[in-house]
């Protein structure tokens, strides 16, 4: 791993409302601090702006944010 990169979980999900199912991540591209781009193994239907992505490692909770 390289300076100032992030380690990304094997086994990382995404919901992306609540009681949705856990979707798993692909890819996970840091663009800057505050923006990065998720590549989902499954599409999620009708993903709006302004709803909110949460990401899990198995049962782990590890942090989120808003769609753009």
Partial sequence: MKNGEE?????????MRHRAKLIPVKKLNKLSNSHWVAELEDEV??????????FYS???????GIVI
């Fill in 7 to 15: 380690k990304i979980p094997n086994s990382l999900t995404v919901r």
């Fill in 58 to 64: 198995e049962a782990e909770c590890l942090g989120g």
């Fill in 45 to 54: 239907r009708a993903l709006t702006p302004g709803q909110s992505a949460v």
